[in-house]
């Protein structure tokens, strides 16, 4: 036998709580072996490090004693039969209060209960109020009666773990079914396209939006195991190819481009590629997200237009408002030369000064607002 007391206990524990059917077996045996023993009294029991706990008996009321007391804590360390003829011609128990005192036990007959893991962990004995012996039959019967209990409470566990496991497994079960609704109600409710696709080009899975255009623009209901590239634009295919061998090389890529170009349907997208790996850590396909940025970059193709046609209007302003202020500018650098002075030549040239730096700042002003604008458009 095992003799790691932990362990012992750990198991000794496992049994302690057996349902109704089980202790119902356990009572229909126990009375089966007081009656080919003869005894009045027959229990099942298990020993912990403090009690001994009666699982099944007949012939007591008893559920329980203390360990100290108990007779089975020594037929537990036996490999066979543990007998006690006499307990008042015996050293050990002629003073135990189970014998002095109710239920005056005088004979005892215990065979240990071996668990499948090879632990002691308590004993199917029986007890009389006369000294006696066990014949050879009565002997054996209580040994195979006593794997038929340990058989009973081992079948017990199991089921009862198995019964457990099923529980949780159901529970996870639920809980993955509902986790995958919410994700799938989420997955189809988005605008963007989503297509999971695996090393092959084929759609593992696909959302709303996704099977929506390609119903508008191909007119093909989308199935799983359709090839992807079916359903590219022939125009970006080169490019598609490309980054889809990168993602499957494990880098994730975006990529805007126009779709069905010169057409009435003409879109941008800005697509994502990104590496999906399975349990074991190796890529096994591509996620595609696609969203629509049209009206993005309608937007900036026409902000870019009116900057362009500001820029223009002010580089034509800054001429038109600095010639003259040039030719004012030279004629007083004329003067200056021939040394001809008059009054009002100081206020004259101080005038037409501010009045060049003014026009360059307004000059500078429109261009830094269209530098901003630009900036804008971009981010």
Known sequence: MNQNEQQRLTIVNRFKQLDAGTTADLNDLTALVAEICDTPIALVTLVDDKMQWFKASVG???????????????????????????TLQDE??????????????????????ISKEGYAIGSLCVIDKRPRELSEHQKKSLLIMAKQVVHIMELNWSLKTLEEKHHIEQEQSLAIIESELKLKAIFDSSTDMHF????????????????????DNYKHELTCQDDILLYTDPGILSQFKKCFKLALAGRSIKREWMLMSGTPNACWKLTTFIP???????????????????????????????????????????????RPVASLLGIMDLIKMENVHFNYFDIMETTVNEL????????????????????????
């Open 276 to 322: 999906v790996k399975n349990s074991g850590g190796d890529i096994m396909g591509v996620a595609l997200s696609s969203t629509d940025i049209t009206r993005h970059k309608r937007q900036e193709a026409y902000i870019n237009a009116q900057n362009e046609a500001l820029r223009r209007i002010a580089l034509i302003q800054s001429h038109e408002l600095r």
């Open 196 to 215: 999971l696709v695996n090393s092959s080009y084929n759609v593992i899975a696909f959302n709303r939006s996704a099977a929506v255009f390609i119903k």
């Open 356 to 379: 060049d730096e003014k026009i360059r700042s307004i000059v500078k002003d429109s261009e830094d607002t269209l530098d901003n604008r630009h900036l804008a458009v971009v981010a």
């Open 60 to 86: 007591t009321e008893l559920n329980c004693t203390t360990k100290e007391v108990s007779f089975c804590k020594k037929t537990i360390l036996q490999d066979s039969l543990y007998i006690v003829p006499d």
């Open 92 to 113: 050990v128990y002629k003073n135990n209060a189970l014998v002095t005192d109710d239920p005056h036990v005088r004979f005892y007959a215990g065979a240990t209960l």
